[in-house]
């Protein structure tokens, strides 16, 4: 049962009003060959190899996954392991150096009318997936098994400091719109709403005019409050249903698409674009100007900030994503890479050392979900997975209001991830076995 507990963290949207820019090609790139939730890409490159940009260099047979194009055009140096920002482990990866090319692979744009199978066909072709969240392939999600009413489009971007939906709202419009059109024709809904958290006023009236005349499609103003953009909460507040128990948006028929996603959509279906570059916001409390900045997927984090970011204070610790949910990393020498969202930078002041749990329950009391935090973070503790999977690791959407609120600074978090981590290994085991 998702329960509504008033959470209002700060907001920080210090780039809100800042425009996106692009940044130039980097001399380097190095790309994971695991970016998103399903089977690890295989190289189809080898050192020596020339490539060009929206060349695929990574792929599998398999239907869940998204394949790897080079976002820039050079020589392979190397495929050898590399540290990945959000599994904590080294990763197979392709290192790439620009030549000087500026070529670039496109798809042959498509034009209406287009078929659901033709967009799910292209979406897997350009490499999309999620990038709102857990880098799910968008050609699956546009395969439900079940019936879809409703397909929504989460621009709420509840999570403090990040501004990037908000940007591509007012930015790309046009695609956005063009985007959702694309979702509903694959999933077979009748409506199609953008879901907007009340404190992005322009955007709210940019996008009611955009969509006046559009008899099937309309803005939804959420209240802003933390987590309004995990999808089973989104979903409750907007059709008053819930997402049953280990179950999916499909479940009570509906489909919910970031807003990048959604303008990636466009751009692969009717311009023939793989996914190869991302808007990220570059913020913090250290940061002189907050930013947001398109960058070119495997490009690490040090040339993205290199004569780019100004600090107005010394940093003590580099977040990939968002403070509620992101991943804090150790050196910058780590890759953009396609489920990122921004890179904030914070002061020393903002962290402290974690304490043994006092069992004031203020974990429980803030999770939407109802779960047991703590109880899930000792048991993951112990190495008993099955009583945390039994106190609901596996239902978790890892929002992070629990860790925000425990006075302890326990990262009850992070052992959800590791819970979620290890149960996904022996779930794997047991079905080889």
């Known amino acids: 049962m998702i329960l509504e507990h008033e959470f209002y963290p700060p907001e920080f949207k210090y780039s809100s009003k800042k425009p996106i820019i692009n940044l130039p090609i980097p001399k380097r790139v190095v790309m994971l060959m695991q ?15 020339t490539v060009i940009k929206g060349q695929v260099i990574g792929d599998s047979p398999s239907y869940i996954f998204a394949p790897i194009h080079s976002s820039i055009s050079g020589i392979v140096k190397s495929i050898s392991p590399w540290f990945h920002p959000m599994l904590g482990r080294e990763m197979a990866s392709i290192t790439i150096e620009a030549n000087g090319n500026t070529d670039e692979i496109l798809l042959s744009p498509l034009n209406y009318p287009i078929t659901p199978d033709e967009v799910r066909l292209r979406a897997r072709e350009a490499g999309l997936v999620g990038q709102g969240g857990a880098a799910f392939p968008t050609h699956v999600k546009l395969n439900p098994t079940k019936p879809i009413e409703y397909a929504i489009i989460n621009g709420a971007e509840c999570e403090p400091f990040l501004t990037v939906d908000h940007r591509q709202m007012l930015e790309n419009p046009e695609k956005l719109i063009s985007g959702l059109k694309l979702i509903m024709l694959a999933v077979g809904a009748k409506k199609g709403l953008i879901a907007i958290e009340d404190n992005k006023k322009d955007a709210i009236n940019l996008l009611i005019e955009m969509v006046r005349q559009t008899s099937d499609i309309r803005v939804f103003v959420l209240p802003s409050k933390y987590p309004q953009g995990a ?8 059709i008053g249903k819930e997402v049953p128990r280990g179950g999916l948006p499909l479940d009570v028929g509906v489909v919910v698409s970031n807003v990048s996603t959604a303008i990636s959509l466009t ?43 100004e600090f107005s204070d010394s940093y003590s610790r580099l977040i990939m994503g968002g403070p509620m949910t992101g991943f804090s ?32 329950g203020r974990c429980v009391l803030n999770c939407p979900l109802r779960l047991m935090p703590a109880y899930i973070a000792s048991n993951t503790k112990l190495g008993d997975y099955s009583m945390a999977e039994f106190y609901g690791a596996s239902d978790c959407f890892e929002c992070g209001k629990c860790s925000y609120v425990c006075p302890a600074n326990i ?15 022996i779930k794997m085991t047991s079905s080889k076995s």
């Open 35 to 49: 970016q998103h939730t399903g089977a690890q890409a295989q190289p189809t490159v080898k050192a020596g190899d």
């Open 231 to 238: 999808e089973k909460v989104m979903i409750k507040t907007i």
């Open 267 to 309: 751009e692969a279906v009717f311009e023939g674009k793989v996914f190869t570059e991302k808007v990220i916001t570059i913020s913090g409390d250290a940061v002189n100007e907050a930013i947001n900045v398109k960058v070119h997927l495997g490009v690490m984090v040090k040339d993205v900030i290199n004569n780019l970011v």
């Open 329 to 360: 990393q150790a050196t910058l020498e780590v890759p953009i890479i396609k489920g990122t969202s921004g890179l904030l930078f914070l002061k020393k002041t903002r962290f402290q050392e974690a304490a043994d749990c006092i069992r004031c």
């Open 411 to 425: 990262p009850l978090v992070h052992y959800v991830k590791v819970a979620k981590t290890e149960l996904f290994k």
